[in-house]
């Protein structure tokens, strides 16, 4: 799993395909927390596996393209073991 000292609140994450994803909320557990800004988001939070994260550098990047990410979000955070 990527260390996540590196991830900072508003940071861009982005898909594999290189388009841009949502924004750093926060880190909670071992999820990454989006913020509700983007509209696929719905005004709602958003939240991704870290497993999902692929390296982070001024971006936080993904191993999966943007549209499978939409799809596969979750609307709570995962917790250990699920």
Same mark, same amino acid.
């Given at each position: 799993? #990527?260390?996540?000292?590196?991830?900072?609140?508003?940071? !861009?994450? #982005? +898909? /594999?395909? +290189?388009? @841009? #994803? +949502?924004?750093?909320? /926060?880190? &909670?557990?071992? /999820? @990454?927390?989006?913020?509700? /800004?983007?509209?696929?988001?719905?005004?709602?939070?958003?939240?991704?596996?870290?497993?999902?994260? &692929?390296? #982070?550098?001024?971006?936080?990047?993904?191993?999966?393209?943007?549209?499978?990410? !939409? &799809?596969?979000?979750?609307?709570?955070?995962?917790? !250990?073991? &699920?």
């Amino acid at each position: 799993m #990527v260390d996540t000292a590196n991830i900072r609140e508003h940071m !861009e994450v #982005v +898909g /594999s395909c +290189g388009n @841009l #994803v +949502g924004r750093v909320d /926060s880190v &909670e557990g071992i /999820s @990454l927390k989006l913020t509700r /800004s983007m509209p696929a988001a719905r005004g709602e939070h958003r939240y991704i596996p870290l497993f999902w994260v &692929e390296y #982070v550098d001024e971006v936080v990047r993904l191993n999966k393209p943007a549209p499978d990410v !939409e &799809e596969e979000w979750q609307a709570h955070a995962i917790k !250990e073991g &699920e």
